[in-house]
């Protein structure tokens, strides 16, 4: 008979047997370099994995298929991207180089720490704000997209356009999932007449799944973009009216200017690249907090052997837990816009750091609070739940990977519609409090300063120095997280892609633990109970991850189970 032993007992003994055991990595590349013979597009909209998939077939290159992927977006997932907002690029080349362009949107230069901040100096409630012109940032996604273009664009630009130009024109089919979000974001989906008009019948009831929709406003601005190139969006008469219609819904002192649109500036950055066990992984630093958190939590868990803690097992549940409290403590003290504070990206990575912060993660209890690891004047900000992004994979043929999120931040965004595209609520990604315990804080408004993002596209490299995998999620705060998950999965627990995607997520801000509702999680909440976890509940996170694996068989891809998403083979 088997002796019956606590569940805490139990816990720690496996943990403890975990602890000793030696970290190895469980699949490392030893054979030839796959064949990849055809490219491969994962999005979160299969009509937009698709137009993805036309372009390669017409010879374009990742960077190529990433931009037609961004544009079909804006018109089949308007709830989730598009051309009203911005979004970041990672580059892989065939030969482990490794680019970033942030395509983030600024603020207004009028902006100030107190943009957030009602007569009372008191910061406004968060739906107000993101239902006003303050939460509108300049839209950089046309200007990323330019940017990438110019450096690596194969096809002609307005090629680019054309699978979008067509679906606006021709129409796509609104979906089930389409359509509850038309209902649950009817507020803002439906806050300008355009909007309405587009997505709503006569009494304001969301048009029914299977409704054949086209928005031709849309397809006339992706045309004279086609055309004009990113000039005829943010420059002469379309930068002065896209100012004149932000600065209107705006409080009159805080408004856009047509200088502030015409001097937006879509980025290069240094990669950030850090080690988990073999692997190279590499991502997007400032303004993102994407690569740090994603590098913190993998770090922070390396020496615990998780090929023997598998999903099933609420020991590896706990450490993840554990891992991601550090990780997000730094990140919220001192992730923000690297060109207005400093953001000390190198050390929040370093090896020993993260061994030193890793040595705080007990086998059996849980730590309840992190504080950050670094001593600085504690800058810090509070972040709401979003859910309005769209991450793509595309990788071509000669093995070149571009993994891009691209966002408006909420779903509809702003709610303000401008020429068929809906404007993001970006700046409400600002702390609204410009300070905390009389200390500035990092992610503070600022003129011109962009906010902080938690979108972690990232780039995987195997010993060998050949690309592993290429990932992504949407769904705000929990993004870094669904990455790291993924990236165990694969590397750990060596899952096929589309099993990996389907390993639950567990999110554990401050010292609560949020176990994803409906999973297998919920079952093991009395046993994370039992390691010290005392607020545990299950809730529908908003997950949505996609990724490409290069296998030694070629290129596999998935979409999120819990979305459309999809992969699509050239
Ligand atoms: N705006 C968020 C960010 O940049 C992402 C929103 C979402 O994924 O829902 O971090």
Aim: charged residues 20%.
């Amino acid at each position: 008979m088997v002796p019956r032993i606590s569940l805490a007992a139990f816990l720690s003994l496996a943990l403890a047997a975990c602890a000793t055991a030696p970290a190895s990595p469980t699949v490392v590349p030893t054979a030839p370099p796959a064949i990849i013979s055809k490219g491969m597009v994962s999005a979160a909209d299969p009509r937009a994995a698709q137009a993805g998939v036309d372009v390669l077939r017409q010879g374009g290159n990742a960077t190529d298929a990433a931009i037609a992927v961004m544009l079909a977006l804006t018109v089949v997932e308007p709830q989730s991207s598009g051309i009203g907002g911005g979004g970041f690029y990672v580059r892989g080349g065939a030969d482990g180089s490794v680019e970033t362009i942030d395509g983030r949107e600024t603020a207004p230069s009028a902006a100030t720490p107190r943009w957030f901040l009602g007569p009372d100096g008191k910061p406004i409630p968060f739906k107000q704000a993101v239902a006003s012109g303050l939460s509108i940032g300049v839209p950089g996604n046309l200007a990323l997209a330019a940017e990438a273009h110019r450096r690596h664009g194969k096809l002609a630009w307005a090629r680019l356009f054309e699978p979008a130009i067509r679906l606006a024109r021709q129409g796509w089919t609104l979906s089930e999932r389409g359509r509850a979000f038309l209902v649950r974001s009817k507020a803002t989906a439906a806050r300008s007449k355009a909007g309405a008009a587009l997505f709503y019948d006569a009494k304001g009831e969301p048009l029914p799944a299977e409704t054949l929709l086209t928005n031709p406003a849309l397809a006339s601005t992706l045309e004279r973009i086609a055309k004009g190139g990113r000039k005829a969006f943010y420059e002469g008469e379309a930068g002065s009216q896209l100012a004149e219609i932000i600065a209107f819904d705006t409080q009159a002192s805080n408004g856009v200017t047509a200088r502030d649109i015409s001097a937006y500036q879509a980025k290069p950055r240094d990669p950030v690249c850090g080690t988990y066990r073999a692997y190279r992984v590499c991502g997007m630093g400032p303004p993102s907090s994407g690569a740090t958190t994603v590098l913190a939590t993998l770090g922070q868990l390396e020496r615990f052997d998780l090929s023997q803690l598998r999903a099933d097992n609420p020991a590896f549940w706990h450490l993840f837990a554990e891992s991601q409290r550090l990780a997000y403590a730094d990140r919220e003290r001192f992730l923000a816009d690297g060109d207005f504070v400093t953001v000390p990206v190198a050390k929040l990575i370093d090896r020993e750091y993260l061994t030193r912060r890793s040595a705080l993660i007990s086998l059996d209890s849980t730590m309840v609070k992190a504080e950050p690891g670094l001593e600085a004047p504690p800058p810090d900000g509070a972040e709401p739940p979003e859910n309005g992004t769209s991450h793509f994979v595309v990788i071509d043929s000669v093995g070149t990977a571009v993994s891009y999120t691209s966002t408006i931040e909420g779903p509809f965004g702003s709610g303000l519609m401008h020429e068929g595209f809906y404007l993001n609520n970006e700046l409400t990604d600002f702390s609204f409090e410009p300070e905390k315990g009389g200390a500035p804080v990092a992610n503070r408004v600022q003129g011109g300063k962009r906010p902080r993002s938690s979108m972690a596209p990232t780039l995987v490299y195997g010993p060998d120095g050949r690309l592993v995998l290429a990932i992504g999620a949407a769904g705000g705060q929990t993004i870094p997280v669904q990455v790291a998950r993924g990236i165990i999965a694969v590397i750990d627990w060596g899952l096929p892609v589309s099993e990996a995607l389907a390993v639950p997520v567990l999110f554990a801000p401050e010292d609560t633990v949020i176990v994803e509702k409906g999973s297998a999680l919920e079952s093991m909440i009395p046993a994370l109970q039992a390691l010290g976890h005392a607020k545990v509940a299950a809730f529908a996170l908003p997950l949505k991850t996609n990724v490409i694996v290069v296998t030694l068989g070629g290129l596999q891809g998935a979409g999120d189970p819990r979305s459309e998403g999809a992969a699509i083979s050239e």
